[in-house]
């Protein structure tokens, strides 16, 4: 397993879900949600569905609950990765997928895992809109979401960019 590899997976999964085959799909995920596949292979997966995802959104975040819907620690990653690709265009509908998938996943890693990839992605790319939108999260009672803000704090603070000193 290399990125060669995960991008060629990625490849496969995108033109599977493009001819709506799901049974393609699976046989491609299913051999890689089973095995022990290293985080930065499934980010690099995550990445390519995100990209190819911002073509049709909604079938992406349907694919995407089918993969959560498996509870496999690496489809986690997968669609942590996935989501964090549309902040850009779709902040808040992003970071409010991740917030039903952490609620769903409701064990401490799935919190670290998507709250890392799309809550704290979106703090270092976008911070002004992150923060406004992650503060009106921070009155929900789900303690898999609070503690998920809090590991997307620790993301931004670990990767924020270097503030000038004047």
């Known amino acids: 397993m290399n990125r060669k590899w995960a991008r060629s997976t990625a490849e496969r999964c995108v033109e599977a879900i493009t001819q709506k085959d799901k049974e393609g799909l699976w046989k491609v995920l299913n051999p890689v949600l089973d095995a022990k596949v290293p985080f930065p292979l499934l980010d690099e997966i995550g990445k390519s569905l995100g990209t190819a995802g911002k073509l049709d959104k909604t ?30 265009t779709e902040l808040e509908a992003s970071i409010q997928k991740a917030t039903k998938v952490i609620i769903e996943g409701k064990t401490w890693y799935v919190c670290d895992i998507v709250g890392e990839r799309v809550f704290g992605q979106a703090l270092v790319s ?12 921070t009155s929900l009672e789900n303690q898999e979401v609070k503690r998920s803000i809090g590991v997307a704090v620790h993301f931004f603070a670990k990767r924020r960019p270097k503030m000038s000193r004047g």
């Open 126 to 137: 976008y911070f002004e809109a992150a923060v406004l939108v992650l503060e009106r999260m």
């Open 59 to 88: 079938r992406y975040f349907r694919v995407f609950d089918e993969i959560v819907a498996t509870k496999k620690m690496g489809g986690y990653v997968i669609v942590g990765q996935a989501l964090a690709c549309f902040l850009e």
